[in-house]
């Protein structure tokens, strides 16, 4: 069934196009009738701009000019899905599109109309800016269940003489749904990327869900000179959830078995070292009445036999506030006891400046505060077309790369990041 449809096609494509140049004469075609067989966009009130270059029956294959716009398209057939890292049957259509502003890469089912993903690059100098939207999906091992929206900023390097690209900061925001009815959120940012072509000194990689209205708030990495060695943490605002499925890479559940206490109601997990080599753990816990707070340090000497001394071993309760799921008032009751039991003052920030941004999302989440978009938070693109994008980045192009190297110098510089950021305010 499945190469009866492809042979189908390949015979509707050599018919449409003979008709369309006059060499049938058993019925009319338009050039638009032949591109829509490869999802290439036609302005039909134009059409005279477009000309086919080449076209390829055996594995259905098309380019076209847009001579007023000088925009070359190239669309092909294929079962190399390499947007998704997938290769398989010939399923998919991939078009490409290069116009002086951008080049956009989209790759469809063989037959729909709607993109799967779809990738626009901005390019200046050595390097790109990336928008990226992929749809619910099932392609290759992993299935995506929403829309996601990725930014990246990438640099374009020579490594053994071959032309590769760094990603630099990547920043994500995806709308889950089930059974197509909305289902939380997740978004994420990190430096760099799997691709080792330059020195990284620094890292972070921060994520945080919409759960069964909780939120969620991790750190997979974050390891900055002069503020620590390496952090992981993951605050749960409700523990009813399967928490270990939401757990960083270099944490697991099963070190925290209060997670397994049904009195428990939310949990913030931290462990990290700070560069004078001190081991620290943070473990908050709310119950019904009363808030756990246990906080430990250590630093380990090494003569021979690696040797443990503990410099703090604080474990307190604290009064609770309201009533259910801990909330921002909570987490400022935990930081104000901390700041009298812990003399570390790198600790103290690091804890507080984690904290608060868990505090801050519970607050967004429960409409307490407004969320402060800059203009390259994914969530303004999530909804946009990339023609829009296209003309709003084309329009702001110095200021949106401008933005993109300050964020990804902050994410990776722990004094700016301590600083109050401003957004910039682009042209419509």
Known sequence: MYQDRIEYLKRAIKSTYKRYTGERTDGKATLSDVAKFFSIPIDEERMDDYVITNINYFTPSIEITDRKTDTSYTATYTGDADLLNFSGEMNFKKVVSISPLRKEEALYYISDEIPIITKMTF??????????????????????????????????????????????????????YKNKVYDGSFEQTYTYGPQYYIRRDNTQDKY???????????????????????????????TDIPTSNYFPLNMHARSYPMLNDANIKSA????????????????VYKGKNLINVMYH??????????DEEILANEEYVLPTLFDGTI?????????????????????LTIISNELNTFGTKIDIRKGIVQEELDPLSPKLFIDKSFDEISAL??????????????????????????EKGHSKVLKP
């Open 123 to 176: 390019t200046e100098g050595e390097y790109d800016l990336v928008f990226e939207r992929e749809m619910a999906n099932s392609v290759g091992i992993f299935s995506t269940d929403g829309v996601k929206m990725s930014i990246r900023y990438v640099q374009n390097l020579v490594c053994d003489g071959r032309n590769v690209k760094q990603p630099l900061f990547n920043r994500i925001y995806k709308n889950g």
């Open 208 to 238: 945080a869900y919409i759960r069964n209205n909780t939120v969620i708030y991790g750190i997979n990495e974050l390891n900055k000179k002069g503020y620590c060695d390496y952090l992981y943490g993951v605050c749960f605002e409700s």
């Open 268 to 283: 913030l997990m931290f462990r990290f070292r700070t560069e004078d080599g001190v081991h620290h753990s943070l473990q």
């Open 297 to 306: 340090s250590k630093k380990y000497h090494y003569e021979g036999t690696y």
């Open 327 to 347: 909330s921002s008032e909570e987490i400022q009751s935990v930081l104000s006891s901390m700041q009298v039991k812990i003399d570390n003052n790198i600790a």
């Open 393 to 418: 980045v084309s329009a702001n192009k110095d200021d949106y790369f401008k933005l993109i190297k300050e964020q990804f110098e902050t994410a990776i510089d722990a004094n700016k990041a301590l």
